[in-house]
């Protein structure tokens, strides 16, 4: 079993910035791939970005291509989704996932914890 723990949320204005952090406990997080997910009001969940085993491949939604930046120490268990410039349609609960395959489809995920909140104001 993996434990995990997303922080970081927050009340931001339009064009800020905010840095979420997702620590794991149980297992090591090496050895799985990791997902940042979100769902807006009223809308499915969807993949905002993922990252390998390693780190050599990452995947963004075209929505937040060039202002995210996802990226994992694997020695302490964490992957952390860096958010510049931030829009009121970045407005949403964020998740982050462990699975065992790069994939952007929530079902191959395997871990998740219990979201934080972002919002954003225009």
């Known amino acids: 079993q993996v434990q995990l723990v997303e922080s970081g949320g927050g009340s931001v204005q339009a064009g800020d910035s905010l840095r979420l952090s997702c620590e794991a406990s149980?297992?090591?997080?090496?050895?799985?791939?990791m997902g940042w997910f979100r769902q807006g009001p009223g809308k499915e969940r969807e993949i905002v970005a993922s990252i390998s085993w390693n780190g050599g491949r990452t995947y963004y939604t075209n929505a937040v291509k060039g202002r995210f930046t996802i990226s994992r120490v694997n020695a302490k268990n964490t992957v952390t989704l860096q958010m510049n410039s931030l829009k009121a349609e970045d407005t949403a609960v964020y998740y982050c996932a462990a699975g065992e395959h790069l994939s952007t489809d929530r079902n191959s995920y395997d871990y998740w914890g219990q979201g934080t909140q972002v919002t954003v104001s225009s």
């Open positions: 149980g297992r090591s997080l090496s050895n799985y791939v």
